[in-house]
Each structure stands twice: as C-alpha cells, then as structure tokens.
C-alpha cells in the first residue's frame, strides 16, 4: 500500500468518525468512498468507526471484485454506481441525518427554501423512492435522483451527498442536514414561499465565483 492510499483510507475514517461528530450521522448507519484506481475505496460494513485502521478500508474494483480483510459497506452497489455514472464525483458519503432523514419519511424533496439549496446543484434536493438497501433497485433510485444534482434524500432511509473531493461531500452533507432543517421548520409554520427557478440559476451564476477571496481571482 503506497502513502498515498494509506492516507486516502486513513481520510476515509476520519470523515466517518466526523459524520457523527457533526451530528450527522449515528452509529454505524453511514458509509463513505473515494474513487481510487480502477475503483474505489469504502468503509466497511457494520464496523464502529472508532475502531477502524486504514486497512480495514475495503477496496472493490468497477466489476465489483473485492481487495480487503473485511466486507464493504452493505451500500457499495449505489457508491459504485456513483462513481460510474458521474465522472466528476470523487467522493461520496451516505449517512442518516435526523431531519434529512424526517423529510425523506414523509417523501418530500426539499424545494427552494432557501438560496443555499444550489449549492446541491439545482432548485431542489430529490427524494429517491424508497427500496430495500443494499439493493440495485435502490442504487438506480440514487443514480436517478441525483441527475443534474449533487445531493439527494432517500425515502424512509436517509442522504447521500458526492463531491469532486471528501472535504466537499462532507461540507455538502452538512449543507443539506441544514436546509432539511430549516425546512422542517417552515413546515411546523405552514407551506413555506420557494424561490424562483430563474433565481436559483442567478445564484448558481454568482456562487462559480463565491469563494475567490483573492482581487487577483476575481479580476
Ligand atoms: P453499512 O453496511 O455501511 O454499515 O451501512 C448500514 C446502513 O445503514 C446502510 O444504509
């Protein structure tokens, strides 16, 4: 194992144990991958994160041949097929937030509450419909919802959340945790107003330069 996938695996442990730091996530309901190779890396099945070591990390190439002391998480099909439908995703980290997880019971997507919600990539965060886990079924639901979209819910399961990197997954499952929030919120209020899709596209625009904090990036 070179440095490099050892801290790749390593990174995969750390965003785990994060997940439930952040509130994210409880016990072992989550499950996290990176591309790597000709496949990808991810965390095992039904392991506390608190006792993972890097090689405990499984390894399954594209056709799904696994390389590891332990079983992948129960949820490789829809990480794996992720990974195959969208190129530019990297990182995917899956997890049970409790209001992502409230919203996607009542099988509701999460509309455009707020002007945050293009940050997973267009007007509304989909909900998956609901299939067993584990299964292909269910991984089509992922793959399908996610269209145009770097986030979903899951019927009475829970989220998932890609990034071209595991920094930017994590920060997005956070994101979405919170814009669940607020939306259960607005729910205990009333049907909440939504903005416009033509605004969501007007923050899409100003959001690919939010972050250049350099006068020379914005020129
Ligand atoms: P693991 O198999 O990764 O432990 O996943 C459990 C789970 O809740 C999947 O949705």
Redesign the pocket.
């Known amino acids: 194992m070179t440095a490099t996938e050892t801290e790749q695996r390593q990174a995969i442990i750390d965003a785990c144990l994060k997940m439930n730091a952040l509130g994210i996530n409880q016990g ?4 996290v991958s990176l591309r790597h190779e000709d496949g990808m890396l991810i ?5 506390p994160y608190e006792q993972l070591a890097p090689e405990d990390i499984v390894f399954m190439a594209w056709d799904g041949v696994v390389d590891g002391r332990l079983q ?4 490789w099909r829809f990480h794996l097929d992720i990974f195959k439908a969208r190129p530019e995703v990297n990182a995917v980290v ?1 997890a ?1 937030p409790n209001y992502c997880t409230t919203i996607a019971i009542m099988g509701k997507k999460i509309p455009a509450i707020h002007y945050m919600i293009a940050v997973a990539g267009g007007s509304d965060i989909r909900c998956a419909p609901y299939a067993t ?2 299964t292909a079924e269910l991984s089509a639901n992922a793959v399908q919802a996610l269209q145009d979209r770097k986030a979903c819910l899951l019927e009475h ?2 989220m998932i959340a890609t990034g071209a990197s595991l920094d930017k997954a994590m920060w997005l499952a956070v994101e979405v945790e919170a814009l669940a929030r607020q939306y259960h919120g607005c729910l205990q209020i009333g049907e909440p107003p939504l903005l416009s899709e033509e605004e969501i596209e007007n923050v899409i625009k100003r959001m690919a330069t939010y972050g250049h904090r350099d006068k020379a990036d914005a020129a």
């Open positions: 072992t309901s989550g499950n965390s095992p099945t039904s392991t992948p998480s129960s949820e899956h049970h886990f584990g399961h829970g």
